[in-house]
């Protein structure tokens, strides 16, 4: 079965990192790139970044530079995304979706709070 | 950073048409397309069209996109109770070197 499958949901304190995870199945994980888009309650998509799981290539939208970071572990298919620095303003679902958008995962929900 | 202009909302009628925008510039839609995605409240996002306008496979006849300029769109006939939820556009900004998204377009089948 094709689909991407992430990890639950977190409550983190400002100042923490969260780490998410992706795994995919049904396809060459590796032949793909991931992205990590993020949704606050009520408004738009968001895009955050993405990875080539083969080259390793990274691009990163500019809000998040420095503290973002992705890793990709082929033997395993899975795909993480560290976030540092939380702020409240951090508080959303956050998805991986496969290189054109033709897969989803269900979300993560990430809540900052202290 | 720079996104995709969409209009917040549409209402149209059951079984009419619906024709939904995404306005960007020569650096995204101009010359990468764009793509639709539809996403149902409490639901992730579903591709309805790639970039070069097909569809996915299972995805209805109903839809059709399509691009003139820097304006990609999206056309629903037909218009069912299902359709009623959030269209995103989105493609590669060359400029910004990043994913961009429009603000999405809330569709209301009344």
């Known amino acids: 079965q094709v689909q991407l499958v992430q990890s639950g949901a977190e409550v983190k304190k400002p100042g923490a990192s969260v780490k998410v995870s992706c795994k995919a199945s049904?396809?060459?994980?590796?032949?793909?790139?991931i992205n990590w888009v993020r949704q606050a309650t009520g408004q738009g998509l968001e895009w955050v970044a993405y990875?080539?799981?083969?080259?390793?290539?990274?691009g990163y939208a500019q809000k998040f530079q420095g503290r973002v970071t992705m890793t990709t572990n082929t033997s395993i298919s899975t795909a993480y995304m560290e976030l540092s620095s939380l702020r409240s303003e951090d508080t959303a679902v956050y998805y991986c979706?496969?290189?054109?958008?033709?897969?989803w995962g269900r979300g993560t929900l990430v809540t900052v709070s202290s | 950073q720079a996104g995709l202009t969409q209009p917040p909302s549409v209402s149209k009628g059951l079984r009419q048409t619906a024709t939904l925008t995404c306005t960007g510039n020569?650096?995204?839609?101009?010359?990468?397309?764009a793509a639709w995605l539809q996403q149902h409240q409490g639901h992730p996002p579903k591709l309805l069209s790639y970039?070069?306008?097909n569809r996915p496979s299972g995805i209805s006849e109903r839809l059709s996109a399509s691009r003139s300029g820097n304006t990609a769109s999206l056309t629903i006939t037909g218009l069912q109770p299902e359709d009623e939820a959030d269209y995103y556009c989105?493609?590669?900004?060359?400029?910004?070197?990043?994913?961009?998204f429009g603000g999405g377009t809330k569709l209301t089948v009344l």
């Open positions: 979706a496969k290189e054109n958008f033709d897969l």
């Open positions: 049904g396809y060459t994980f590796s032949s793909y790139d």
């Open positions: 990875m080539n799981p083969n080259s390793g290539n990274t």
């Open positions: 020569s650096n995204n839609v101009g010359n990468h397309g």
């Open positions: 970039r070069n306008n």
């Open positions: 989105s493609t590669w900004d060359s400029s910004l070197r990043a994913v961009v």
